[in-house]
């Protein structure tokens, strides 16, 4: 294992956050209470109870799901792509990094960024609506594998893309829909049959309905099921990223 | 005169073509000395950066195999590699690192624990460390160059890579590579430059190889091109067409040119048994009179030229 190369990589990405605190903390975090005050504050106090958790409380795990999903997919997706564009990924192609490594410090550093903002929504959620944690250690779990998951996602994105555009589409396109489709602001059991039927088919479902499982006890679908599905989009994801180093995919002519 | 003790870098029979079809290297074979200086000349799109690329690790060859300090690239690609540093051609930095960090970065990327006393001491010899806290994107062009040869630098290698180094580059910093590179030399760094400045090859480098259009068609000793540079061509215009050459000038190794009509006459300036003179005086006694007479010398320009135009 050549740490060394981990932890610069890993420190590198880290400064580029401490540089960018305004888009990669800040903004989520306003953009969040913005969600409080309107979904939760505004909207939700005409809303009864869901669950029987008020509406507010709610939305929290589906609002952390929501910035955990795009900032992962953000951080990574432009941690490695900006190497790329510049032309600086020479370097680590010609270090003695394996992949494995490389993998390790740009998604453990996407990943970290992701879990700490989480974490801080977190925390600002508990300055709007009252909040409890019944399984703090399933929360964490479920915080850091779909940090991970989706930070590879994000480095899978970044390494397919060939332009600034083709960044943004994924989020924009997919993950931002499918989020908002997936139970983040309500419980599927809302929906009129048909419908709930169709969202079984959005992998972000089980992601939310494990995550609120882990603060209320209350699910959409069983949280085993949704801790099945969160290793297997891993699982998907792990087998992309090494299918790409093996080819040298857009990496390596 | 390379054996395997001092054999540095070991090419066999690389290709490559990439993918769409175009070959840009057609089994090239090379042996590089370790502590050598040498020179890949070449012109533009002849093949030498994708040489460079797959020795470093950045292409992915078809066919052949590389060694690096006896390393093969690809199945024991991190000992090759931590002995390579790689100044590319391209002006690509981080732009908002500042320059002490971003050379910090590549010293830890190549596995080496931090070192800022070596590090200062890296920039300080580029004339970088004034600029240390500095952010990279607010360099001028030939600081960003220092700053490329600084990370290449930052990890200690015992090959530098130097992908047309001088290309754009002022004369200060161009003096200053020449010194860098001899002071790699004493340290025993084994040093590969690519260029199409044929100067530079012939300040600097020990060897030279020439490719072209994917293949090397000429690898020399400097000293040996040297001897070739040395060497004139004397051509004499005769007034009437000769069949053959007289025997009494058999000793001058003269060869018939123009149908007859002249005779190029090849010695060494400096070490001539047979000058000039003498044989003008024998062309007279032999009763062959001449209208004109021309001198040239070959450059490595012109060998050059040659060699690259007989290959199109």
């Known amino acids: ?253 | 005169m390379f054996t395997a003790m001092t054999t540095m870098i070991s090419i066999s029979n690389l290709s490559k073509t990439y993918e769409g079809g175009f070959q840009a290297l057609k089994t090239v074979n090379l042996d590089i000395s370790r502590g050598e200086i040498f020179a890949l000349l070449g012109p533009n799109g002849a093949g030498k950066t994708t040489l460079i690329s797959i020795v470093c690790g950045l292409v992915n060859a078809s066919t052949g195999t590389v060694t690096v300090g006896g390393k093969n690239i690809v199945t024991d690609y991190r000992a090759a590699r931590e002995l390579i540093g790689l100044v590319p051609q391209e002006l690509t930095t981080e732009a908002f690192e500042t320059v002490f960090s971003a050379v910090s970065f590549s010293r830890g990327l190549f596995g080496k624990p931090a070192n800022p006393a070596y590090i200062e001491k890296v920039l300080r010899s580029l004339s970088l460390w004034d600029k240390r806290n500095n952010k990279i994107m607010t360099l001028s062009g030939g600081m960003k160059r220092r700053v490329l040869i600084a990370k290449a630098l930052s990890h200690e290698p015992r090959v530098l890579f130097l992908d047309e180094p001088t290309a754009g580059v002022d004369v200060e910093l161009r003096r200053d590579m020449w010194a860098l590179v001899s002071e790699l030399r004493e340290q025993g760094v084994t040093v590969i430059l690519t260029t199409h400045y044929i100067e530079e090859a012939e300040e600097m480098a020990d060897r030279i190889g020439v490719i072209t259009r994917g293949e090397i068609i000429l690898v020399e000793d400097k000293a040996t091109l040297m001897h070739k540079l040395g060497r004139k061509q004397l051509t004499v215009q005769l007034q009437e067409a000769i069949d053959s050459i007289p025997e009494t000038l058999a000793d001058y190794g003269l060869e018939r040119a123009a149908g007859g009509h002249a005779l190029v006459f090849t010695y060494d300036a400096e070490r001539a048994q047979h000058g000039v003179a003498e044989l003008l005086r024998d062309l007279a006694a032999a009763g062959l009179a001449f209208k004109d007479v021309n001198t040239t010398q070959s450059s490595l320009e012109d060998i050059f030229v040659d060699l690259v135009k007989e290959e199109r």
């Not at chain 1, 944690?133 to 996602?153: D, E, G, N, R, Y």
């Not at chain 1, 994924?170 to 419980?187: Q, R």
């Not at chain 1, 039927?197 to 499982?213: A, D, E, I, K, Q």
Request: hydrophobic share 55%; net charge positive; charged share 10%.
């Open chain 1, 1 to 253: 294992m050549n740490l060394h190369a981990i932890n610069a990589i890993y420190r590198f990405e880290m400064a580029r956050a401490r540089r960018t605190l305004t888009q990669s903390i800040i903004s989520p975090v306003i953009s969040t209470s913005l969600y409080f005050v309107v979904f939760g504050a505004a909207i939700g106090s005409r809303i009864p109870q869901v669950d029987g958790v008020s509406y507010g409380s709610f939305i929290v795990p589906g609002l952390i799901m929501l910035a955990l999903l795009t900032q992962s997919i953000a951080n990574a997706s432009f941690g490695i792509y900006f190497p790329r564009f510049t032309g600086t990924i020479y370097e680590v192609l010609s270090a003695p990094v394996s992949y494995l490594e490389i993998v390790i410090a740009y998604v453990g550093a996407a990943a970290t960024k992701s879990i700490v903002l989480g974490l801080i929504i977190l925390a600002t959620a508990a300055l709007f609506v009252p909040l409890t944690i019944k399984h703090p250690l399933w929360m964490l779990m479920f915080l850091v594998l779909t940090a991970v998951t989706f930070s590879l996602l994000g480095f899978i994105i970044g390494i397919w893309a060939d332009g600034f555009e083709k960044l943004q589409l994924v989020p924009m396109l997919i993950v931002t829909p499918l989020t908002f489709l997936g139970g983040s602001f309500y419980s599927i059991s809302m929906l009129p049959p048909f419908w709930q039927t169709v969202t079984l088919f959005n992998p972000v479902v089980y992601l939310v309905s494990g995550f609120r499982w882990s603060f209320y006890g209350i699910a959409d679908v069983s949280p085993a099921l949704s801790l099945a599905m969160t290793l297997f989009f891993l699982i998907a994801c792990i087998v992309t990223v090494a299918w790409i180093f093996r080819t040298g995919y857009r990496l390596k002519p």
